[in-house]
């Protein structure tokens, strides 16, 4: 049969039959149509050497994931969108899991609803208030909700006075400047120097307070604490107030122990000082965590706009408000309560625009998050939710000192919902005490291993002997992760207590035997001494 004859190739052109060569093994055909010729392009030779298609591939498959990745400048080409996701989503996938992190104060989990309206709203601009009104509605509702809660004074439009901010920090700035202008104001009327102002504050205060005086040529003048007492006391505090005192700043929650500065005693013995000198020293407080906690939990506690020199109030949305991170307020008891310097007004986007912030841009996001938070809660949502966190912290206090293994730093009576704890000595069965050969690092240290991130210090200056923990107790820290959690500090602790076995006496005899041999070797014109380990 030839091959025209064939089924499988009916409808063909024949070819010559020398193009046919039969041999043993079978034929070979060379051309089996006319005009096909032996493919040679760039396609035919894909298969033997395949081009990195990295538009269309695998992310792995790219040539992107074995080749480094500039640190310091542009690349030069574009990638494709799948894998620089996957390149950044790799450089995040050792991270700490933000609800295991019980360093931090801020909100770390939020309904799906509420990521929704942040998404949905990325991309609007907070300052352009006549483009997007009802971010700047949300604003000034949420501004009167909490001047209402901390019992403000409200215009005669019912508006109450303040701004959100990036973060406390921020607010806390603005506080300052607010302090500072009103001083310098009473001071050029009278005619008196304003060249050396300055701020009393405990030496427990955030950081941000002294980026403040030091950003803004304001003296600090810290109160000291002591090692039975973590916070600032009001008899200390009047103490360092004299005529060139801005103002002081009063805690609302350490970040230390959680404690609560005694607030009320302050205003009491401030406004004793002012009728006595003529002087009208200020409070702002810095109730950056405990402004959505005390509230709710102590409803009888005086910390706000009650006591009649408290001037302003800052407050962090990001924390007890239950908003994600970026978030803060600060609230004036009255318009008369914020200087008119630090009010700007623009009309370049469209309107008049007054702005009371240190920033110009900012997303719209979390402050439409907080408006959600607000309604979605309630105030009875949010006495339930802190209601919940001051229990879990009980319970997470009873399993730390379950385990004899610690005492408490912490608040006794009224504070934030945290936990800080020390390090007790350890006890041998005889009954005698003695050092651990380990501290606090060591244990924070050990904990990562079992995924938790708990903050291992100092106490502020003055108490700086004292070393401990801290525990932060968010929304999403429940109780049966609390259990977990003491269950893993018991395990750490015997873990530890059987690698550092010696007594201090054993440590030190154990020292100076290695010091001897070291002398010894160094001595012996025949050994070869390379150090001791």
């Not at 060139?244 to 970040?255: D, F, P, Q």
């Not at 050092?435 to 291993?449: F, K, T, V």
């Amino acid at each position: 049969m030839s091959l025209a004859d064939s089924e499988d190739f009916t409808g063909l052109s024949t070819v010559p039959c020398d193009s046919v060569c039969c041999s043993d093994s079978g034929f070979q055909i060379s051309t089996l149509v006319s005009g096909m010729e032996p493919d040679t392009s760039e396609r035919s030779r894909d298969h033997d050497h395949p081009k990195d298609d990295a538009w269309s591939e695998s992310a792995f498959a790219s040539r992107y994931t074995s080749a480094h990745v500039p640190k310091d400048r542009l690349p030069d080409e574009e990638m494709p969108a799948h894998i620089a996701y996957q390149l950044v989503s790799d450089m995040r996938a050792l991270d700490c899991n933000p609800r295991l992190d019980l360093a931090s104060f801020v909100t770390t989990w939020m309904e799906p609803e509420a990521g929704k309206l942040m998404m949905e709203s990325l991309a609007v601009n907070h300052v352009d208030m006549e483009q997007y009104p009802s971010s700047t509605e949300m604003q000034n509702r949420c501004v009167t909700m909490l001047t209402n809660l901390y019992h403000g004074e409200c215009d005669n439009a019912g508006l109450g006075t303040g701004t959100a901010t990036i973060g406390s920090s921020e607010a806390i700035m603005l506080g300052g400047l607010a302090m500072k202008k009103a001083w310098q104001a009473k001071r050029k009327a009278a005619g008196k120097p304003y060249d050396k102002p300055n701020l009393v504050m405990g030496y427990e205060v955030q950081v941000c307070w002294e980026k403040f005086t030091r950003y803004f040529d304001v003296e600090e003048k810290f109160v000291h604490l002591t090692e039975d007492c973590f916070v600032m006391t009001p008899e200390k505090m009047v103490e360092a107030i004299d005529e060139n005192t801005i103002g002081v700043c009063a805690i609302l929650g350490s970040t230390y122990t959680g404690q609560y500065e005694d607030i009320e005693k302050m205003d009491q013995l401030i406004g004793e000082l002012n009728k006595k000198t003529g002087w009208d020293v200020p409070i702002h407080v810095d109730a950056a965590s405990g402004g959505f906690v005390a509230p709710f939990v102590y409803p009888d506690l005086k910390w706000d706009f009650q006591l009649p020199n408290v001037k302003s109030i800052n407050v962090s949305g990001h924390k007890y408000g239950l908003v994600y991170a970026g978030l803060g307020w600060i609230l004036f008891r009255n318009r008369a309560a914020l200087p008119e310097e630090l009010i700007f007004h623009t009309n370049y986007l469209g309107s008049d625009q007054p702005s009371v912030t240190l920033n110009f841009s900012k997303g719209a996001s979390n402050i439409i998050a907080q408006y959600y938070m607000f309604l979605r809660l309630g105030f009875r949502g949010y006495k339930k939710i802190m209601s919940n966190l001051m229990t879990v912290t009980k319970r997470l206090e009873e399993g730390i000192l379950e385990t004899g293994h610690f005492s408490i730093l912490s608040h006794k009576e009224k504070g934030l919902p945290l936990v800080a704890f020390s390090l007790n000595e350890m006890v041998e069965k005889d009954g005698k005490h003695h050092r651990r050969n380990y501290s606090e690092y060591d244990i924070a240290d050990r904990l990562r291993m079992h995924h938790w991130f708990l903050p291992a210090y100092t106490m502020a200056p003055d108490a700086g002997n004292v070393k401990l923990l801290r525990c932060v107790v968010r929304e999403d820290l429940s109780m049966g992760m609390v259990d977990n959690l003491v269950a893993d500090i018991r395990r750490v602790v015997e873990q530890l207590d059987k690698l550092f076995v010696f007594t201090d006496q054993e440590v030190d005899v154990f020292a100076h035997r290695l010091h001897v041999q070291n002398y010894e070797l160094k001595d012996d014109p025949n050994s070869k001494q390379n150090g001791v380990c």
